[in-house]
Nanobody, 114 residues
Framework: QVQLVESGGGLVQPGGSLRLSCAAS????????MSWYRQAPGKERELVAT????????WYADSVKGRFTISRDDAQNMVYLQMSSLKPEDTAVYYC???????WGQGTQVTVSS
């Protein structure tokens, strides 16, 4: 079955960087658009970034554009989110997601605080 396992979160100071990873299994990874979402306390889950299959076209939410970079390694079935210039408002649980699959991984907590 589809499995998505996120990792790489942690506590970072404002202005710092983190790289999140998502290990995918149970499906032909290279065939699917992959995304990162986040959910801050008391807020709805929001789409942060997507990366297409094959052509690797990316999309970013305005709130992270220019600071976050999504990438994928189809040979390793991995999707990444490189986050820089982090702000306190980036604090959230981050999830990766496969297009056309309703399930979620456990997420990874990112806390931006001094």
């Amino acid at each position: 079955q589809v499995q998505l396992v996120e990792s790489g979160g942690g506590l970072v100071q404002p202005g710092g960087s983190l790289r999140l990873s998502c290990a995918a299994s149970g499906f032909i990874f290279s065939n699917y658009v992959m995304s990162w979402y986040r959910q801050a306390p008391g807020k709805e889950r929001e789409l942060v970034a997507t990366i297409d299959a094959s052509d690797y076209i990316t999309w970013y939410a305005d709130s992270v554009k220019g600071r976050f970079t999504i990438s994928r390694d189809d040979a390793q079935n991995m999707v990444y989110l490189q986050m820089s210039s982090l702000k306190p408002e980036d604090t959230a649980v981050y999830y990766c997601k496969r297009r056309n699959y309703d399930g979620w991984g456990q997420g990874t907590q990112v806390t931006v605080s001094s």
